[in-house]
């Protein structure tokens, strides 16, 4: 999973924009983006004329509105 999160990482801050947008669940800059061959999700935030920063990585089974609601 590691080496899943690094890559998604490098990714990310290659492309911050690349991000799945979902106002559902957290207005912008918020974005995440899914682990391939796990059931994880990275939360980060986009910000201006600075580097994205990841602020969590979450299983999907997780109740992601929960989470999301106790990061803020």
Do not use: N
């Not at 999700?41 to 979450?58: A, C, F, H, M, S």
């Amino acid at each position: 999973m590691r080496d899943a999160v690094l890559d998604a990482a490098e990714r990310i801050a290659r492309h911050p924009q690349s991000g799945t947008v979902r106002e559902d669940l957290a207005p912008l800059p918020i974005r995440f983006v899914p682990l391939p061959r796990f059931r994880d999700v990275i939360v980060y935030e986009t910000r201006p004329q600075d580097r994205p920063v990841i602020l969590r990585i979450v299983h999907g089974a997780m109740d992601l509105p929960e989470v999301l609601s106790r990061m803020g």
